[in-house]
């Protein structure tokens, strides 16, 4: 069996599992995800071994630091991943659910029901934990799923599907509800693409140039983010003493992470007093800043001249932009020429500037007086995300259960016929 056929089959297969997996009970579903929970935590000894053979061949491939560190199943990211299913399977069952049901003049009754997607296909890089968290939401919102990492995750993600497929015939499900292609030929992807007949969605997860490759090749929807350049906006009226460690978690906490701050916006009444700490804390932790005139001489050794490609530019890493701004309508405006409506963030003690900003700041989160890591399914309270999206139609910010369904029109009628 050629590539395109191993594909096709296992579009078929979704199909088939999806249909059966869209009129599984909640309690069946709860079941699978708690038994994925248990099996997670009795076979982390093959997990771990599963995880070395890729991290062994990621230290002879000679992969960066981050995309290692993304690639680790440590104890931590596994306990994360036993607490997501614990988390979703708690969680209210969307499926079926009836909203807004209103009350025509001819006595029919109108609502929209809650519905799975159907199959969703999920392109990713690295991070095996990744594996889980769709595998889990997928499963809770109805759909079927096909997984397809990187290369370098090849065996991390074959073992944690294996355990799926066990949690999911225990619960008396389809197994076939989720799927990993069984080669890491890049051809298996552009094969997926194609197969718009069995998947209704794809999703990737990634650098931009891998979420562009899938936009421009894929037939069927695709729920995306191209990258996350990331700002905040300390006003005149933040709270220094505030603003500073929001600034260090924003950076520093994650720098890899989409969601980690990229530039530093200062109003200029508060940048002499701001910017010095700021460089005093991180500065010599290992952040570099490419500021602008004004913000230079602030930042000390610390800083070099920004060039015109630093403005807007997503570094993934312990160098952050800075520039200072005359007003809060600069800052905004500067934000919506260079941001890329993921995440924004304003630091201010004025309530009616924080609600201003939160307005008609474009992103798909906007915060006020907090971190931009918080842009994340799990810190929203969504149990655990398939990617966040920046694209608008149909979910615009972390995907969790509910943004894996959609909405049908139901009718509930008495013999009314239209005149």
């Given at each position: 069996?050629?590539?395109?056929?191993?594909?096709?089959?296992?579009?078929?297969?979704?199909?088939?599992?999806?249909?059966?997996?869209?009129?599984?009970?909640?309690?069946?579903?709860?079941?699978?995800?708690?038994?994925?929970?248990?099996?997670?935590?009795?076979?982390?000894?093959?997990?771990?071994?599963?995880?070395?053979?890729?991290?062994?061949?990621?230290?002879?491939?000679?992969?960066?630091?981050?995309?290692?560190?993304?690639?680790?199943?440590?104890?931590?990211?596994?306990?994360?991943?036993?607490?997501?299913?614990?988390?979703?399977?708690?969680?209210?069952?969307?499926?079926?659910?009836?909203?807004?049901?209103?009350?025509?003049?001819?006595?029919?009754?109108?609502?929209?029901?809650?519905?799975?997607?159907?199959?969703?296909?999920?392109?990713?890089?690295?991070?095996?934990?990744?594996?889980?968290?769709?595998?889990?939401?997928?499963?809770?919102?109805?759909?079927?799923?096909?997984?397809?990492?990187?290369?370098?995750?090849?065996?991390?993600?074959?073992?944690?599907?294996?355990?799926?497929?066990?949690?999911?015939?225990?619960?008396?499900?389809?197994?076939?509800?989720?799927?990993?292609?069984?080669?890491?030929?890049?051809?298996?992807?552009?094969?997926?693409?194609?197969?718009?007949?069995?998947?209704?969605?794809?999703?990737?997860?990634?650098?931009?140039?891998?979420?562009?490759?899938?936009?421009?090749?894929?037939?069927?929807?695709?729920?995306?983010?191209?990258?996350?350049?990331?700002?905040?906006?300390?006003?005149?009226?933040?709270?220094?003493?505030?603003?500073?460690?929001?600034?260090?978690?924003?950076?520093?906490?994650?720098?890899?992470?989409?969601?980690?701050?990229?530039?530093?916006?200062?109003?200029?009444?508060?940048?002499?007093?701001?910017?010095?700490?700021?460089?005093?804390?991180?500065?010599?932790?290992?952040?570099?800043?490419?500021?602008?005139?004004?913000?230079?001489?602030?930042?000390?050794?610390?800083a070099e001249a920004a060039g015109p490609l630093d403005w807007g530019f997503e570094f993934l890493d312990l160098v952050m932009a800075v520039k200072?701004?005359?007003?809060?309508?600069?800052?905004?405006?500067?934000?919506?020429?260079?941001?890329?409506?993921?995440?924004?963030?304003?630091?201010?003690?004025?309530?009616?500037?924080?609600?201003?900003?939160?307005?008609?700041?474009?992103?798909?989160?906007?915060?006020?007086?907090?971190?931009?890591?918080?842009?994340?399914?799990?810190?929203?309270?969504?149990?655990?995300?398939?990617?966040?999206?920046?694209?608008?139609?149909?979910?615009?910010?972390?995907?969790?259960?509910?943004?894996?369904?959609?909405?049908?029109?139901?009718?509930?009628?008495?013999?009314?016929?239209?005149?």
């Amino acid at each position: 069996m050629d590539i395109r056929e191993q594909m096709v089959n296992m579009g078929k297969k979704a199909r088939k599992a999806a249909r059966g997996l869209a009129s599984a009970s909640g309690k069946a579903k709860q079941e699978a995800l708690l038994v994925l929970a248990d099996l997670l935590e009795s076979e982390k000894d093959a997990i771990a071994k599963a995880n070395k053979l890729d991290l062994d061949a990621a230290a002879e491939r000679g992969l960066d630091k981050a995309r290692v560190q993304r690639l680790t199943i440590s104890d931590k990211v596994l306990h994360s991943m036993i607490q997501g299913c614990r988390e979703v399977a708690a969680m209210d069952d969307p499926v079926g659910e009836i909203e807004g049901m209103t009350k025509r003049p001819n006595g029919m009754l109108v609502g929209r029901m809650r519905v799975p997607l159907g199959v969703v296909a999920m392109i990713y890089e690295s991070r095996p934990n990744a594996t889980i968290d769709a595998g889990i939401l997928c499963l809770k919102a109805g759909n079927a799923v096909i997984l397809r990492g990187g290369s370098e995750a090849f065996h991390s993600n074959k073992c944690l599907a294996e355990l799926m497929h066990a949690a999911l015939e225990r619960a008396g499900l389809p197994k076939d509800a989720v799927q990993v292609p069984p080669t890491t030929d890049r051809e298996a992807v552009a094969e997926m693409l194609k197969l718009e007949e069995y998947i209704d969605v794809v999703i990737p997860r990634g650098g931009e140039g891998l979420i562009r490759a899938v936009t421009k090749q894929a037939t069927m929807p695709v729920l995306k983010h191209y990258k996350g350049v990331c700002h905040i906006y300390a006003d005149d009226a933040c709270d220094i003493e505030k603003a500073v460690p929001i600034v260090e978690n924003a950076k520093m906490q994650y720098p890899s992470g989409c969601n980690a701050l990229e530039c530093l916006l200062v109003h200029k009444d508060v940048a002499e007093k701001l910017l010095p700490k700021v460089a005093e804390t991180i500065g010599p932790k290992g952040v570099k800043f490419k500021a602008c005139e004004r913000s230079l001489p602030l930042l000390g050794d610390y800083a070099e001249a920004a060039g015109p490609l630093d403005w807007g530019f997503e570094f993934l890493d312990l160098v952050m932009a800075v520039k200072v701004v005359d007003s809060m309508d600069e800052a905004m405006d500067y934000i919506a020429e260079h941001g890329s409506n993921h995440t924004e963030s304003i630091l201010s003690e004025n309530y009616e500037r924080c609600m201003r900003f939160i307005r008609e700041v474009d992103a798909s989160l906007v915060v006020a007086n907090a971190t931009t890591r918080f842009n994340d399914g799990g810190q929203l309270g969504l149990g655990a995300e398939i990617g966040i999206s920046t694209s608008k139609l149909h979910a615009y910010g972390p995907m969790g259960i509910k943004e894996l369904t959609s909405a049908k029109f139901v009718l509930l009628g008495e013999g009314q016929i239209r005149e």
